[in-house]
């Protein structure tokens, strides 16, 4: 069922993991698709051959998530490409762990400037471009809601502020219809986080499922908000952690 036919979405962070997934997720019900990308050509090329394969059009764009400027011109670029934008997806991050004694300023501007500076300023880029009823969603993380390991401070602290600024956004832009969402992740098996990780079996064991998501899964979230499911919900933080922190 293409829930989202026609519509035109921006994804950053689009080339791996749950961004990756949530493109092809996109397209296959029906959006035309930009993502960003930071350096790996070959998989930004290998996304965009999976959207047209599903009949939809893509455009990578390169641009770091700690370049403010560069993540506000990929939602230019995307609607001077395709005309408008509806839905807005903040997905790239930077993950950094590590006891506070090793993460100091440098550290902790890079993670506020990919995590939290980037997705603001670019919902506020794409908010004047959307018209009445967009969709802007952000991913942020479950540890905003319980931070079971050491070694998460930074990384919490900018999932914490993106719950924020989704409220804040979703007041703001609700009277034009507009709805700003953030979708909670728990421990999902990428790169970052392999499910065969080191660390892998005790994260499965902290989940009332026993297991990680999978990227897929996340990505039918992002879907079910940007589509009508979405319409009346603003404001929320959606966990998708299989019940980590219950």
């Not at 909670?184 to 998501?213: K, S």
Request: glycine share 14%; net charge negative.
């Amino acid at each position: 069922m293409n829930e989202i036919q026609g519509r035109i979405a921006l994804v950053t962070g689009g080339s791996r993991g749950i961004g990756a997934a949530s493109v092809r997720a996109l397209a296959a019900h029906g959006a035309d698709v930009a993502f960003t990308y930071r350096s790996d050509v070959d998989a930004a090329a290998g996304v965009v051959e999976q959207v047209k394969a599903l009949g939809r059009r893509a455009l990578a764009i390169r641009a770091d998530a700690v370049d403010t400027d560069a993540v506000v011109a990929a939602v230019d670029e995307t609607v001077a490409t395709f005309g408008r934008l509806d839905i807005l997806l903040n997905n790239a991050a930077v993950f950094r762990l590590g006891p506070i004694e090793e993460l100091g300023a440098a550290e902790l501007n890079e993670t506020l400037t990919a995590n939290v500076s980037a997705p603001y300023l670019a919902s506020r880029a794409a908010a004047g471009h959307m018209v009445d009823g967009g969709r802007i969603i952000t991913i942020g993380s479950n540890v905003a809601g319980r931070t079971t390991f050491p070694g998460f401070t930074l990384y919490t602290l900018s999932k914490s502020a993106v719950v924020g600024m989704t409220k804040g956004l979703a007041r703001e832009l609700g009277p034009r219809g507009i709805t700003v969402n953030v979708i909670q992740p728990g421990p999902t098996d990428t790169d970052l986080n392999p499910a065969d990780g080191p660390n892998a079996e005790g994260v499965r064991g902290l989940t009332a499922l026993g297991r990680f998501a999978s990227p897929d899964e996340i990505a039918r979230t992002v879907v079910y908000l940007a589509g009508p499911g979405g319409d009346y919900i603003t404001g929320t933080a959606v966990e998708v952690d299989g019940g980590f922190n219950i």
